[in-house]
């Protein structure tokens, strides 16, 4: 299961880093909601501020790419017609999917660099990690607990035929609700419970607790505790929704 | 006639096959879903950062949201028959360029005409923002030479169509662009002045500006040059893009490379 998982994540990050589309997506996004951000917020005002912002931006790249590109990698799947092939392999679904997750996770480290290198290069912003040790684990706590969110939607993904349609839809709800460039405060009280729900929160507020000062280890271990939480919801939802598509038929369905 | 029939037929089923043969579950995720949240998330994110009003981030995102419509839909129409392989014998009848092509272009108007009208009265209605009926017609004539523009952008990707295979690509990376260069959601006058010169060019840019002069109380009359610099623009695009169809189409017959995937 180890070398499935592994093979997996390697094949799902050579073929991002062979797709136009993904690779173009990567560099534009970060750099347009950074931009927007940047100069709404202005860059002379507070550069503490607009690091923040840089960082909401890299968590939502990961979200956006977990979510719409795992939809679009699932999609490609049952164009290829090789979904069937995974779904009839004998492993567990979950080693198969999980790397399409995870991996598209990791990519969005790219908009990481890029949103960070944009700040830097164009509104001038200080880039100071005070936490450095915390901020190194806490980019893989995050992308982790995004992967597993995403494994729970990509469960209904394996049902749905139309999946990059309903994650293109998924992103700008956990946007909002997740505080990455709006803060939680402008926001209706009842998304604060929300928000605690999804790993973006708990991500977000590990990498820049790290970046920027105070205390990152309790939302990394948030991060952990939701990624176990979303496993085992995933595994339910998987093998529920797997059974279902067989049933159905209607893997093959492009 | 036949004309009228190419036009009419070859936009009907491209239009019904760009949605998998109008599949609500396509439609509605990207068409109504996404639009709305994208309101919302720009509305909140200026409230923020105390810029503008939440009718000034309505009208911008609403405009976007029919600019995806409009230049997706067009290039896809164009992109799609690559991927289905039927561009060669798309392009191997002796049917009329522009009525194969312009019969493509009014479908992806009316729908981000459409898009924007669900995205407006559903972020008006959650923002508790009040439009009056005299502002209605207004803020429709500038969507509607908004969302030709558009058309004929899309019109410019799709013909990258018949020479690759990556439309969505720039249509992506144009869409997103235009979130910022538009002025939708930030103000121009906070933009760089090489970013204001080349936004004046864009669509959506005299569109915008004419339905934020409309939500602030001036009158029809008042925004007719924005709405005719807004029109022009788009019948530039649009020749540009017949243009490059043409152009495109003849190069990929010479290399044979219409059906290469």
């Given at each position: 299961m180890t070398r499935v998982f592994v093979t997996g994540v390697r094949l799902q990050l050579l073929q991002l880093m062979r797709s136009g589309f993904d690779i173009s997506a990567m560099l534009v996004w970060p750099i347009i909601f950074a931009s927007i951000a940047f100069y709404l917020l202005d860059a002379k005002e507070s550069p503490r501020l607009l690091f923040a912002a840089s960082l909401g931006t890299a968590v939502m790249m990961m979200w956006a790419q977990v979510v719409v590109g795992a939809g679009g990698a699932l999609d490609n799947q049952r164009v290829f017609g090789t979904l069937e092939l995974l779904v009839g392999?004998?492993?567990?679904l979950v080693t198969l999917i999980a790397p399409i997750m995870i991996a598209s996770g990791a990519f969005g480290v790219y908009g990481l660099v890029v949103t960070i290198v944009w700040g830097r290069l164009l509104f001038g912003i200080p880039i100071t990690i005070v936490h450095p040790l915390a901020f190194a684990v806490s980019i893989p706590a995050c992308i982790v607990a995004i992967g597993l969110l995403g494994l729970i939607t990509a469960a209904t993904f394996v049902l749905y035929r139309s999946a990059f349609a309903l994650g293109v839809a998924m992103q700008y709800p956990v946007f909002i609700a997740t505080?990455?460039?709006?803060?939680?405060?402008?926001?209706?009280?009842?998304v604060g419970p929300v928000s605690w729900l999804l790993a973006p929160t708990w991500g977000f507020r590990a990498i820049k607790a790290a970046a920027l000062g105070g205390s990152p280890w309790p939302a990394i271990g948030m991060c952990a505790v939701v990624s176990v939480a979303y496993l085992a919801i995933a595994l339910v939802c998987l093998a529920f929704f797997e059974r279902l598509a067989r049933s159905r038929a209607s893997l093959r369905l492009a | 006639m036949n004309d009228l029939r190419v036009f009419f037929a070859c936009g009907v089923t491209s239009f019904r096959a760009l949605f998998g043969w109008i599949n609500p579950y396509v439609f509605v995720p990207i068409l109504v879903v996404y639009p709305i949240f994208q309101i919302l998330f720009f509305v909140y994110l200026g409230r923020t950062a105390h810029v503008g009003s939440d009718t000034f981030f309505l009208i911008g995102n609403t405009f976007c949201g029919a600019a995806v419509a409009a230049m997706f839909g067009m290039g896809q129409s164009i992109g799609g028959e690559r991927r289905f392989q039927t561009l060669p014998t798309l392009l191997a009848s002796p049917a009329n360029r522009l009525a194969l092509y312009a019969g493509r272009a009014v479908p992806t108007v009316l729908t981000g005409f459409l898009v924007a009208v669900i995205s407006f009265a559903s972020g008006a209605a959650i923002l508790g923002v009040h439009v009056s009926g005299t502002e209605a017609v207004a803020l429709t004539l500038a969507l509607l030479a908004s969302c030709f523009t558009c058309a004929g952008l899309g019109l410019c990707i799709g013909s990258l169509g018949l020479r690759g295979r990556s439309v969505g690509l720039f249509a992506d990376a144009i869409s997103g662009g235009l979130l910022i260069i538009s002025g939708a959601?930030?103000?121009?006058?906070?933009?760089?002045g090489a970013v204001q010169t080349f936004a004046s060019l864009m669509p959506l840019t005299h569109g915008i500006k004419a339905a934020r002069a409309v939500a602030s109380g001036a009158g029809l009359g008042s925004i007719g040059g924005l709405l005719g610099k807004e029109l022009l623009i788009g019948c530039v695009y649009l020749a540009a893009g017949l243009a490059l169809v043409v152009l495109f189409e003849h190069e990929g017959r010479r290399t044979g490379a219409l059906d290469r995937f």
């Open positions: 392999a004998p492993v567990p505080g990455l460039l709006v803060p939680l405060s402008v926001l209706p009280a009842w | 959601n930030v103000p121009l006058g906070r933009l760089p």
